[in-house]
T-cell receptor, first 117, second 112 residues
């Protein structure tokens, strides 16, 4: 149990276009999901907390208008990188906390490698 | 910013050797989680710790929640080639809401 699926695993887009990344909890319902960004050889950096049915909570320094988060159901959160630029190229990872694991253990998706050209 | 100090940053060992890594903080943590990340993949949960002093094993992996609640260690016994990867400690700080704080990671390389 506690499987989180992220799609796509990698995407290449042109500068100025928008890209949507999906994060799904496959066998549990997640009222809260988290979006991270990871640069090469670095740790995970929390971007925002996605709350089902309400607005996401963004970390300091993360542009909410650039990284749009929608958590419309208990099993799906999406991150849209709007007007992407080469500096947005990175590895994006989502996670969800499983209620049946005390709501403390976080399970991660496979990650999405975004390359903006 | 990072509030967990993870060490060592990298390790180069021979197959069969034991491995030890740890995380420390000046803050108190309610939970400690240890993850392994392979290249191009998301982190995979290895061990979760909930109580001060708790010692938990998962196969060849053993982790402990420090008595002071400010540190944790992960040991890997008799390392094998598939243990190669980056190991992260993470935890929920006391009063830190739902956020997971991550260590900087330990990159493990194994020479066969």
């Amino acid at each position: 149990g506690a499987v989180v699926s992220q799609h796509p695993s990698r995407v290449i887009c042109k500068s100025g276009t928008s890209v949507k990344i999906e994060c799904r909890s496959l066998d549990f319902q997640a009222t809260t999901m988290f979006w991270y960004r990871q640069f090469p050889k670095q740790s995970l950096m929390l971007m925002a907390t996605s709350n089902e049915g309400s607005k996401a909570t963004y970390e300091q320094g993360v542009e909410k208008d650039k990284f749009l988060i929608n958590h419309a159901s208990l099993t799906l959160s999406t991150l849209t990188v709007t007007s992407a630029h080469p500096e947005d190229s990175s590895f994006y990872i989502c996670s969800a906390r499983a209620p049946d694991r005390g709501d403390t253990e976080a399970f991660f998706g496979q990650g999405t490698r975004l390359t903006v050209v | 910013g990072q509030q967990l100090n993870q060490s060592p940053q990298s390790m180069f060992i021979q197959e069969g050797e034991d491995v030890s890594m740890n995380c420390t903080s000046s803050s108190i943590f309610n939970t400690w989680l240890w993850y392994k990340q392979d290249p191009g993949e998301g982190p995979v949960l290895l061990i979760a710790l909930y109580k001060a002093g708790e010692l938990t094993s998962n196969g060849r992996l053993t982790a402990q929640f420090g008595i002071t609640r400010k540190d944790s260690f992960l040991n890997i016994s008799a390392s094998i080639p598939s243990d190669v990867g980056i190991y992260f400690c993470a935890g929920h700080m006391k009063g830190g809401a739902q956020k997971l704080v991550f260590g900087q990671g330990t990159r493990l390389t194994i020479n066969p």
